[in-house]
Protein backbone atom coordinates (compact mmCIF):
# COMPACT_ATOMS: atom_id res chain seq x y z
CA UNK A 1 0.00 0.00 0.00
CA UNK A 2 1.14 3.49 -0.86
CA UNK A 3 1.68 6.42 2.00
CA UNK A 4 -1.08 8.48 2.39
CA UNK A 5 -0.23 12.01 1.42
CA UNK A 6 -0.93 14.96 3.53
CA UNK A 7 -3.36 16.51 1.45
CA UNK A 8 -5.07 13.21 1.66
CA UNK A 9 -4.67 13.07 5.14
CA UNK A 10 -6.12 16.80 5.63
CA UNK A 11 -8.91 15.63 3.29
CA UNK A 12 -9.67 12.76 5.72
CA UNK A 13 -9.68 14.68 8.74
CA UNK A 14 -12.01 17.41 7.23
CA UNK A 15 -14.54 14.71 6.44
CA UNK A 16 -14.85 14.10 10.39
CA UNK A 17 -14.43 17.90 11.32
CA UNK A 18 -10.70 17.82 11.67
CA UNK A 19 -8.45 21.03 10.68
CA UNK A 20 -5.27 19.46 10.70
CA UNK A 21 -2.34 21.75 10.08
CA UNK A 22 1.78 21.79 10.11
CA UNK A 23 3.94 20.57 12.51
CA UNK A 24 0.48 18.09 13.46
CA UNK A 25 0.43 17.13 10.08
CA UNK A 26 3.59 15.80 9.51
CA UNK A 27 3.10 13.66 12.68
CA UNK A 28 -0.44 12.48 11.92
CA UNK A 29 0.95 11.82 8.25
CA UNK A 30 4.04 9.56 10.04
CA UNK A 31 1.42 7.91 12.38
CA UNK A 32 -1.40 7.23 9.99
CA UNK A 33 1.25 5.44 7.74
CA UNK A 34 3.05 3.40 10.38
CA UNK A 35 0.02 1.96 11.13
CA UNK A 36 -1.04 1.07 7.97
CA UNK A 37 1.57 -0.46 7.10
CA UNK A 38 1.22 -2.46 10.38
CA UNK A 39 -1.70 -3.49 9.85
CA UNK A 40 -1.50 -4.75 6.31
CA UNK A 41 0.97 -7.57 7.61
CA UNK A 42 -1.64 -8.69 9.93
CA UNK A 43 -3.02 -12.36 8.38
CA UNK A 44 -5.69 -13.68 10.13
CA UNK A 45 -6.69 -17.21 8.56
CA UNK A 46 -10.08 -17.49 7.12
CA UNK A 47 -11.21 -13.36 8.25
CA UNK A 48 -11.98 -13.08 4.20
CA UNK A 49 -14.71 -16.09 4.36
CA UNK A 50 -16.85 -14.26 7.45
CA UNK A 51 -19.75 -11.77 6.65
CA UNK A 52 -19.48 -8.93 8.24
CA UNK A 53 -22.17 -7.53 10.64
CA UNK A 54 -23.39 -4.11 10.76
CA UNK A 55 -22.91 -2.10 14.43
CA UNK A 56 -26.44 -1.56 15.54
CA UNK A 57 -26.82 0.35 18.59
CA UNK A 58 -29.58 1.38 20.40
CA UNK A 59 -30.62 5.03 19.96
CA UNK A 60 -29.78 5.97 23.70
CA UNK A 61 -26.22 5.16 22.88
CA UNK A 62 -26.64 6.98 19.81
Known amino acids: ?3 LTNQ ?3 A ?3 SVGL ?3 EPELS ?3 YSLNAIL ?3 SAIEV ?3 N ?3 PLPLLLPDSEV
Open 37 to 39: EAM
Open 8 to 10: EIQ
Open 19 to 21: DIQ
Open 1 to 3: MTD
Open 27 to 29: QVA
Open 45 to 47: PGV
Open 49 to 51: AVE
Open 12 to 14: LGR
